[in-house]
């Protein structure tokens, strides 16, 4: 039995090292290997330096590349992996939420290029997320008609925790399989 004995600082809305990546969290060797490389190669700073002719390319691409250098040194040693999957788990668990709310008990606002989700929390204002999130999540939401059309990764339930705007509360927003629904 595992056992995980990590105190995590991990917050819900960042990006893990699968998100950097962009593989899924049970993704093999050779999946995490093959975008490993196609997202550095996008990445260098050399690249962006002849693309840009810059010569000094700017924090954020940095930043981008680093972040991708760490995930994948995390994530190919199976020993570290073990480790982050396991800290990433118990931090997952840890999130206290003032309360559950499926996605379809959302408000949904059309605003241009973007889905708008708004649900109000106790002190006034709003935990939200945009379609174009839950897109870099890896969730497919669609306005067609009045219907909202919203589409998993794997076909399976899941939820993401979402921070209000103004205070500390945070609620996790369910999403279920495939979901469709009347705005």
Known sequence: ????FTQSNYNPVQKTHYD???VKEDASYEEIRASYRSAILSA???KLRRISEISDPDHESQERFLNIQKAWEVLS???SR????C???????????????RLDKMIVEDVGEVLELFHQCRCG???SVDSSELREMGYSLEKNENKI???TPDGIRSSIILPCGSCSLKIRLIIDADLSFSN
Not at 82 to 85: F, K, L, P, T
């Open 149 to 151: 059309l919203l589409r």
């Open 82 to 85: 073990a480790a982050y999957d």
């Open 1 to 4: 039995m595992e056992r995980c």
């Open 87 to 101: 800290e990433l788990r118990a931090s997952r668990r840890d999130v206290i939420t003032a309360e559950d709310v």
């Open 125 to 127: 204002d709003y935990f």
């Open 20 to 22: 950097i990546l962009s």
């Open 44 to 46: 260098h700073p050399d």
């Open 77 to 79: 040693n199976s020993k």
